[in-house]
């Protein structure tokens, strides 16, 4: 019998806690998003946060309730896709294809003008921001459309949408998707990047983005949930990053604050099953910005609205707040960092609090939502239910 009727998993996307052992392999040597966002702002107001726990896990001595612990990464790769599905049960052991170094092949390029009939320019790794200011005057001049990657497995097609337009934008985007299918071009993730302005300075992306995610290729829990009945609501780019499987319901976010306020007005629903939502702007606006006062302004937005949420938790709810991957804002370069995560699980019924040891695989989440609904993992899932050591 199913102890939680509502689990709610909340990913703030990039929060890790610390390096993984093997992070010096990945160029990640002494990494700790949290820990280094928390020397630069030595006041850092997460009053709910530390509630649950985690300043306990950085060696602090706050009074908690609930349960927390760590997360290791089993599988290998730091990226969104790799975190994300390790997370629903699947070891990723042959890292996404890159071209950090050396852009997309010609060939690609050639074949994808061709099927869009649009130039393309840039084709190299590059920050968001930069490869707009680097040539976002330049499409409006001449209809040229931007490409570029990052040290993520990611094939990215910036669009003006007013000169561009959406729609040619869109299109561009899922033509690359089948391009990239084959096996020596196969990137994770095919994202649609709009922007908007005038010139050089000002311009900014809006919240119009899509992502175009190869499927994982095996169940995750995320279908077992759905095979079995019960509402899997994605929030957040959760439906993006799973091409749409196991999903139910799916709510597009403008912002991590958007995307909280989404998650607080579900709970006074009555859904039965699980709301999963990612928190993106951590990520995306801050940490690969290298910008750790952002970064603690938006734990704190988070924390405000993390306060409202405790409030509306009903007896039977479970909430669990973790993190995909990391990347830390005081580190060189741009790219996540390969650490542990947080894991902070609460429900108004528990009575025990405690910290846990330290896991072996982000799968313990969605091996704890199984656990909880009574659905077997296939053989190929990995991860332990830690319902037992929570639920007493």
């Not at 040619?168 to 994202?191: G, N």
């Not at 019960?230 to 139910?248: L, R």
Request: glycine content about 10%; aromatic content about 8%; charged content about 30%.
């Amino acid at each position: 019998m199913e102890k939680y009727r509502r689990i709610f998993v909340i990913v703030l996307d990039s929060l890790g806690i610390g390096a993984m052992p093997d992070a010096e392999d990945y160029g990640d040597k002494g990494v700790n998003t949290l820990g280094h966002i928390w020397e630069y702002k030595k006041d850092l107001k997460i009053p709910n946060l530390r509630k649950l726990g985690i300043g306990n896990l950085l060696g602090r001595s706050d009074d908690f309730v609930g349960c927390h612990m760590k997360l290791k990464e089993k599988s290998r790769g730091k990226d969104t896709m790799t975190g994300h599905w390790e997370m629903m049960g699947l070891e990723i052991k042959e890292p996404f294809q890159t071209f950090t170094e050396t852009g997309f092949p010609q060939e690609l390029i050639d074949e994808l003008e061709e099927k869009c009939g649009k130039k393309f320019v840039g084709n190299k790794a590059a920050s968001g921001t930069e490869i707009l200011d680097e040539y976002g005057e330049h499409e409006i001049e001449t209809g040229d459309m931007i490409l570029y990657t990052s040290a993520d497995s990611v094939l990215q097609i910036c669009g003006h949408e007013k000169y561009t337009g959406l729609d040619v934008l869109y299109d561009c985007c899922k033509k690359a998707r089948e391009i990239t299918m084959r096996p020596d071009w196969k990137v994770a993730r095919v994202i649609a990047r709009p922007y908007v302005g005038e010139k050089k300075g000002e311009f900014k992306r809006t919240a119009n983005r899509h992502d175009y995610a190869v499927k994982p290729f095996k169940n995750t829990m995320l279908n077992l949930m759905k095979n079995r009945g019960y509402d899997v609501i994605s929030i957040g780019k959760i439906v993006d990053i799973f091409a749409e499987e196991g999903i139910t319901e799916s709510h597009r976010s403008q912002s991590s604050v958007h995307g909280m306020e989404q998650t607080i007005e579900l709970a006074d629903t009555s859904f039965h099953g699980l709301c999963f939502t990612n928190l993106v702007d951590f990520d995306a606006l801050w940490g690969h910005r290298r910008d750790p006062e952002g970064y603690a302004k938006e734990l704190e937005m988070f924390d405000e609205n993390l306060g409202i949420l405790l409030e509306r938790l009903r007896e039977d709810d479970l909430l669990m707040i973790t993190a995909d991957h990391g990347n830390d804002p005081t580190y060189t370069g741009t790219d996540h960092t390969r650490e542990m995560v947080p894991l902070l699980c609460y429900s108004p019924s528990m009575k025990n609090r405690r910290e846990l040891p330290v896991q072996d695989t982000f799968g313990a989440i969605g091996a704890t939502i199984g656990g909880n609904y009574d659905i077997q993992p296939e053989d190929h899932m990995i991860g332990t239910s830690l319902l037992s050591l929570i639920g007493e």
